[in-house]
């Protein structure tokens, strides 16, 4: 045999060993994939994933109110002035409707000009001066502040300029009602995997994971919803509502 076909030779040997390793290789991965493939169809078969929920209606024990004295005139002084009786004769009408001293904050009075334009274009005079102040009321009281929000017309029709923003309500204890929140909001998880499984001849076993979601606070029977949390401050009374999703294991 010649020195060419010794060498032709262990060539192709060299590629068929090649050709044999690769399809090995091939076949390996396939069969490897597949049981992995089947692994996690058979775990993705024993479980379930379900939502509970649960809610309970909350009465808001703290409120915050917060208002804004504003008077235009001619000159700082006299607008800082007519703000500042302004401010006066709303604390008055607090503290005489109940509102303890200690629960009324003024702010800092704010001035501002009111200029001239033509076309667009400031001509660089001042038609006015704005003064303002901001007044928030803080009271565990809340059907006060509430009376007094909606009554505060007969303190308008005086000639006090106030804009009333409205109460804001709140509900203090949410930390105590989110963990029976959960504990239900479980329990309805649950309930739910039960009825699906047991519809189809299975059964629940053990939790496998649990996930909680944002305390959602609305107005009662709202369906308002963020996935951050809601927070709703315009009634009193409110709904609080949780929800958990749960993997339960099945059989």
């Not at 032709?8 to 396939?30: D, E, P, Q, T, Y």
């Not at 703290?62 to 008077?71: P, R």
């Not at 002084?77 to 006066?88: M, N």
Request: aromatic share 4%.
């Amino acid at each position: 045999m010649s020195e060419n076909q010794i060498v032709h030779k262990k060539s192709n040997a060299r590629f068929l060993s090649l050709i044999i390793a690769a399809l090995l290789l091939a076949v390996g991965i396939g069969f490897g994939s597949s049981l992995i493939g089947n692994g996690l169809a058979a775990k993705a078969g024993n479980a379930i994933t379900v939502t509970g929920s649960a809610r309970v209606n909350a009465t808001s024990d703290n409120a915050v109110w917060t208002l804004n004295a504003q008077e235009t005139a001619p000159n700082v002084a006299t607008a800082v002035k007519k703000t500042e009786a302004d401010v006066v004769a709303l604390s008055a009408y607090l503290t005489n409707g109940g509102i303890a001293a200690t629960g009324i904050e003024s702010g800092a009075i704010a001035t501002s000009t009111n200029d001239e334009y033509i076309n667009g274009n400031a001509t660089g005079r001042v038609l006015s001066y704005r003064a303002n102040q901001t007044v928030i009321v803080r009271s565990k009281d809340v059907a006060l502040v509430q009376k007094l929000s909606n009554g505060i017309g007969v303190l308008l029709q005086t000639g006090v300029n106030v804009n009333n923003y409205g109460p804001a309500y709140y509900v203090s204890n949410l930390a105590t009602l989110r963990p029976s929140l959960l504990s239900d909001a479980m329990k309805d998880a649950k309930v739910r995997a039960q009825a699906i499984t047991e519809a189809v001849g299975g059964s629940v076993g053990s939790v496998l994971a649990v996930r909680s979601g944002p305390v959602q606070v609305t107005t009662p029977d709202s369906v308002d919803t963020s996935s951050g949390g809601y927070y709703d401050t315009s009634t009193i009374e409110k709904t609080v509502t949780v929800t958990v999703s749960v993997d339960f294991k099945t059989s």
